[in-house]
């Protein structure tokens, strides 16, 4: 089993994957062969795709990568690990296989069989679904294309690669099925997922934390914690859904999401880890003296988690959403992990609590639970948060150090549901629009602490090598060791308009 796949955080694989093909200019396990209409459609996007990663994906200049790459899928091993070029990397089309006895295990068509096409009255609604996941993919690698230049190893670097290659294949599993099950419309929205750029003015990208740059590190480390783990419990309801094909793409992504929380998880631990190692080093807890020592401190990681944990809680929608109502009852987005629950699966007679405020005050009410199922899912979202934080505390802990991390409250700094246009403080307390004025710079990265983490951001690309504000990792990716040269970069480097040593010179 490689390192990758321990982390704990994907289901485990549940089946065999039928073989895929690489013989085929879009390597796919869907039989494209056999539909020349989808085939050619798929052809003509692919130059698209290109041109767009060239455009907008990693600006870093390399060689090749050593990449994992999909194969033919077991369940002790589906991937094979090689060098790759970035450019060449096989981005294609891989379903789970076919369960042909799979039947609805929710809403209105509970018990029924699965659905092998859309049903016409659901079409404007699964298509909306299938887009705004599509929409989210290209975003985090556009977010995240200038990050190559100051990574603080190879191994990192490598790491960053493989989620923004996979992303790009997500984006394919969404545009497949767009182009394969809406015809015209179809088409149009997969060229449009091209189209949006993340934080652009005119075309944004859809939803909101997917438009915030990702500035650093840090942030990136953070938001492959908080946002991708958003994409593990989002695609865990469309793994449940009717649409027989959206549902079997989204348990594979599923398997390839694993490795994006991975690289959040060690990558803030490793981070904390270097902090406590230099205030133990220094007996120091002074924020300006850990900085000095070229670490980065602890107040301002958790200012870094405030805001990654905030913009990710928006992405769940409203608390009450009429929206998530009609999704599940339709039997287009389940619950995380609905064949477990036990209860009816349709929910008409249910009811759970979900805050708001009202009157200055957080007050709890009892609604429909088919109105309150984002915040049904957002529960299980912060539940596995909380994993992390601990994880992370260990190493306070284990220093003998009192600090301590902490998720802020759920209505803290947020844009979408509840507490939308509400002041609250990272404890839960509701407060006024001067006093969140007088107090935000201490709860969410202020432009100084964001040049601080900047001015530490340096590339170390030998062989081994770690910045100094990052702990080590303990082992290699698929059994290699650490300092294993996991990405050449090309030669070009030295005289490249954005490389990082040069920035800094
Ligand atoms: N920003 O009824 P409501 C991932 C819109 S991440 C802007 O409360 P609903 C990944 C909403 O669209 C997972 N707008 O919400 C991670 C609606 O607009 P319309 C992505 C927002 O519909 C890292 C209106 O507000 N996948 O995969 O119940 C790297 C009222 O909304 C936002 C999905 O999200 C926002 N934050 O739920 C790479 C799954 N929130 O329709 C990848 C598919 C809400 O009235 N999407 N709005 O014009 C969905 O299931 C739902 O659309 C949402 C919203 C959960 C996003």
Redesign the pocket.
């Given at each position: 089993m490689s390192v990758e796949s321990r982390t704990g955080d994907a289901p485990a694989p549940s089946g065999p994957l039928s073989t895929i093909d690489y013989s085929e200019r879009i390597p796919n396990n869907v039989n494209l062969a056999g539909d020349r209409r989808l085939q050619r459609a798929l052809e003509s996007w692919q130059p698209k795709f290109l041109d767009w990663w060239r455009t907008l994906g990693p600006t870093l200049p390399t060689k090749d990568v050593y990449l994992r790459t999909a194969t033919a899928v077991g369940r002790d091993g589906w991937a094979h690990f090689d060098h790759v070029p970035m450019e060449d990397y096989r981005w294609g089309i891989f379903l789970a296989e076919q369960d042909p006895d799979r039947t609805i295990s929710f809403g209105q068509h509970k018990g029924e069989p699965a659905w092998q096409e859309v049903p016409g009255e659901y079409r404007a609604e699964l298509m909306?679904?299938i887009t705004?996941?599509g929409d989210?993919?290209p975003?985090?690698v556009e977010q995240q294309r200038i990050l190559g230049n100051t990574a603080p190893s190879l191994y990192d670097l490598r790491n960053l690669f493989q989620v923004n290659v996979e992303?790009g294949r997500?984006l394919w599993a969404m545009v497949y099925l767009l182009q394969a099950y809406f015809g015209r419309e179809g088409r149009a929205e997969a060229e449009q997922l091209l189209k949006r750029n993340s934080g652009d003015l005119d075309s944004p990208r859809?939803?909101?934390?997917f438009n915030e740059a990702t500035t650093d590190w840090l942030q990136f480390f953070m938001?492959t914690y908080f946002?991708?783990r958003?994409?593990k419990y989002?695609?865990g309801?469309?793994k449940e859904s009717a649409f027989d094909p959206l549902a079997r793409t989204c348990e594979f992504m599923l398997k390839e999401e694993a490795h994006?929380m991975f690289v959040g998880t060690t990558g803030v631990q490793r981070t904390v880890e270097r902090t406590v190692q230099v205030m133990v080093e220094h007996d120091t807890a002074d924020e300006a003296r850990v900085l000095g020592h070229g670490a980065i401190p602890l107040e301002v990681i958790q200012k870094y988690l405030n805001f990654q944990f905030s913009v990710s809680m928006?992405?769940?929608?409203?608390e009450r959403?009429?929206?998530?109502a009609a999704?599940y009852t339709a039997g287009l987005?389940g619950r995380w992990q609905e064949t477990r629950r036990k209860d009816d699966h349709v929910l008409l007679d249910a009811t759970r609590e979900v805050n708001t405020v009202r009157d200055g005050a957080i007050v709890s009410e009892v609604v429909p639970m088919l109105t309150a199922l984002?915040a049904d899912l957002r529960d299980e979202y912060v539940a596995d948060c909380e994993n992390g934080v601990r994880r992370w505390n260990q190493e306070m802990e284990d220093a003998g150090r009192p600090e301590r991390l902490y998720l802020p409250h759920e209505g803290f700094h947020r844009k979408?549901?509840a507490y939308a246009g509400h002041h609250l403080s990272p404890h839960g307390e509701i407060i006024t629009a001067e006093q969140w004025a007088a107090d935000a710079d201490r709860w969410l990265p202020t432009e100084q602490d964001r040049a601080d983490v900047a001015g530490l951001m340096v590339a170390h690309y030998d062989l081994g090598d770690f910045a100094g504000w990052i702990a080590a990792p303990k082992v290699g990716i698929n059994d290699q060791p650490v300092e294993f040269d996991y990405v050449h970069l090309a030669e070009l480097r030295s005289t490249g308009p954005t490389s990082a040593e040069e920035a800094l010179a």
């Open positions: 909306r679904l705004v996941q989210t993919e975003a985090s992303e997500h859809i939803l909101g934390a938001f946002t991708d958003d994409g989002q695609l309801t469309l994006h928006d992405l769940f929608g409203s959403s009429t929206n998530v999704y987005k984002n979408v549901g």
